[in-house]
């Protein structure tokens, strides 16, 4: 689908752009192995970090999947300023943003005559708004590069599940891909089909995804109008999820996967030597949920755990997509942005210097002059240090500059011949005596090595332990990590959710301590054996007085758990004396397994309370046991 050996010119031209031109003719590169990137995956790579914006109806209605019957009257930002959420994602160091022009709900924030569920209905500059037109402009005049994403699955369309709706997606794509300049990324959700609004029937409809949609000529016709727009995740696309939204990319995490449909397990970590050239994105959101919700704003992730993201996914060798929400007046609220500055200010320091410039470099072994041992501290991405064909595990060298003193260790191979290294290890020589800093397998795109605090060293050194051809190493740096600026912690602002400082447990299904749902720690869970037909898990609250009650607030887990799982549907009940029972409504939880997102849910109409039941009755995925980290309530909004 994606490697070079299908598209041999386009191959051999990146080869003898990384040859000097008096080399060639005298000794020849190394041939490419296994799989290898196309032209636009290649300068997808080069990104390395870019931003998601989530804004659309759910930021008003405080959802994360719409269900496709809301009011385009809904979506009126009070002051939307494109120019400051570029200016955001430039001071985190992204270098493009991706919008959701289109979520599952159907709402197209692009004046689209497709359809009537879009901003030209929307009370927004009066129906004249363009916020996919006019986040484009913001985002190009900040020097970033621009993407869309488009949800295959709409639950407004009355048609959806059916050829016509085919039809209609088709025409979205050319829209998007034909009015708004280069595209760096059309992003595809696999999301798709369960119950909706379809124009009013009101049901559930599922569909077979890859027959339904026919993804190989939906990625052709992206490519057609936009052939260095790398598309996101089917079979047949340019890129692959990662397999989590939590933005960790297993360790190692290779590009490379088999020819066949996707399977959750090989994304995280890919498949060595397998066939395809199918890349990991890493996403993950700077909040719990994806769109603003004010009950977050106290839960932003901070620029010590940005970095953290940046190691576990850039420096395993994947793109972090790093999702920035806008708030309901159209704008990165100040919590957000405090920490993408600090984070990118950090970085932008501790990247600005190479520590390694300045060092000797020699090797085992070199394939020739155009590809010595040098080569790594040119600053080149195109140029590579590598040995004859024969040697596959030679030692690189470099002598520092005295007093060099380093915690932070980049490598980089050149990836148009491939991921050529299975598995490596960096030593330092400290006071005369060698010692192991890291081993790892694969360094790929990029393998970043922090260490537990500065060193000193006379030398470090690359070992090559494994591989099945020689390398082609592009680059080996050092740098001395600069720490973020901390920050004050932020409250949230949202003055309805209701004080949970007097509530208790009046009675929980048996398992773990039910305390922990009230605790206010999302490490912390409640967790008890998973639900069966006729045995659902129950919990009753007391909130202490009579409130103002318009629904709650589950938070599963935060990290995925092979023996754990949250609860795929609830039913809440409540009362004012703890014996009489009002329902309050029933339903599935969104895409909570995956997203693992606080769940938002309003009640079948507000009413006062002191009690609150909720039942559940089967967890979202297979698991042994049933996991909650949080439960919480609001009032009127």
Request: charged share 25%; net charge neutral; with cysteine.
């Amino acid at each position: 689908m994606t490697d070079l050996t299908r598209r041999g010119l386009a191959g051999m031209g990146l080869l003898m752009a990384a040859v000097p031109v008096g080399a060639r003719g005298r000794v020849a590169p190394p041939a490419p192995w296994g799989a290898t990137p196309s032209p636009r995956q290649l300068a997808w790579h080069a990104h390395e970090m870019f931003g998601f914006v989530h804004f659309s109806i759910n930021t008003f209605t405080d959802k994360e999947w719409g269900y496709g019957d809301e009011s385009p009257r809904l979506f009126d930002p009070s002051g939307f300023d494109p120019d400051q959420i570029a200016a955001a994602a430039k001071a985190a160091g992204m270098r493009g943003l991706i919008l959701t022009a289109k979520h599952h709900d159907g709402f197209c924030l692009w004046p689209t005559m497709l359809t009537e569920h879009c901003i030209r209905n929307a009370p927004y500059k009066g129906g004249r708004g363009d916020i996919v037109g006019e986040l484009a402009g913001a985002v190009r005049r900040a020097g970033l590069k621009f993407g869309i994403y488009l949800s295959p699955w709409d639950r407004n369309h009355a048609e959806y599940g059916r050829p016509a709706y085919i039809d209609y997606f088709r025409k979205q794509v050319v829209e998007l891909c034909t009015r708004y300049g280069e595209l760096f990324e059309f992003w595809f959700d696999g999301a798709n089909g369960g119950d909706g609004y379809y124009g009013g029937a009101r049901e559930a409809r599922k569909i077979d995804a890859p027959a339904y949609y026919n993804w190989l000529s939906i990625v052709a016709l992206v490519h057609r109008y936009q052939p260095m727009a790398c598309t996101f995740d089917p079979l047949g696309a340019d890129v692959r999820w990662v397999g989590n939204e939590k933005g960790v990319a297993g360790d190692p995490c290779w590009p490379t996967m088999p020819d066949h449909p996707y399977v959750q397990s090989e994304g995280n970590s890919g498949v060595r030597g397998a066939p395809l050239w199918w890349p990991a994105e890493t996403d993950v959101s700077i909040r719990p949920g994806w769109f603003y919700h004010a009950d977050e704003d106290g839960k932003v992730k901070d620029p010590e755990r940005l970095i953290r993201l940046y190691d576990e996914s850039v420096g395993r060798g994947t793109n972090l997509n790093l999702n920035i929400p806008p708030d309901r007046s159209g704008r990165i609220p100040a919590a957000d942005l405090a920490s993408l500055r600090a984070f990118g200010n950090a970085m932008r320091a501790t990247f600005a210097r190479d520590l390694a410039k300045g060092a000797v470099a020699h090797a085992s072994d070199e394939r020739g002059a155009a590809f010595g041992a040098g080569k790594v501290l040119d600053g080149d991405r195109n140029s590579y240090w590598s040995t004859p064909d024969a040697v596959r595990t030679p030692v690189l060298t470099l002598d520092l500059a005295p007093g060099t003193v380093f915690d932070l260790i980049r490598l980089r191979e050149y990836l148009p011949l491939g991921v050529r290294v299975t598995s490596f290890a960096v030593d330092a020589e400290i006071g005369g005596r060698w010692q192991t800093l890291a081993s790892h397998s694969c360094i790929g795109a990029q393998r970043l090595i922090r260490l537990s605090e500065p060193i000193a060293a006379r030398r470090i050194r690359l070992r090559i332990l494994d591989a099945p051809v020689c390398p082609a190493i592009s680059e080996v740096a050092l740098f001395r990590q600069v720490a973020p600026a901390r920050l004050a912690a932020i409250a949230p602002s949202d003055p309805s959710i209701l004080s949970r400082a007097r509530w208790t447990i009046v009675r929980a299904s048996a398992g773990g301590d039910p305390r922990r749902l009230l605790d206010d720690d999302a490490s912390s869970l409640w967790t008890v054996p998973a639900p069966t037909p006729g045995r659902p898990a129950e919990i009753v609250i007391d909130l202490g007085a009579v409130q103002p009650l318009a629904g709650f607030t589950l938070t599963p887990a935060r990290e995925p758990s092979a023996d754990a799982a949250p609860p795929r549907g609830y039913r809440v009940d409540t009362s004012l004396d703890g014996r009489t029972w009002e329902a309050g409504g029933e339903g599935e939880f969104s895409n909570i397994a995956y997203a693992l997102a606080t769940q938002r849910i309003a009640l079948s109409s507000g009413r006062p309370a002191r009690f609150l039941r909720l039942v559940f009755e089967a967890v979202a995925v297979p698991a042994r046991e049933l996991a909650i980290a949080d439960i919480g309530a609001f009032g009127r909004r």
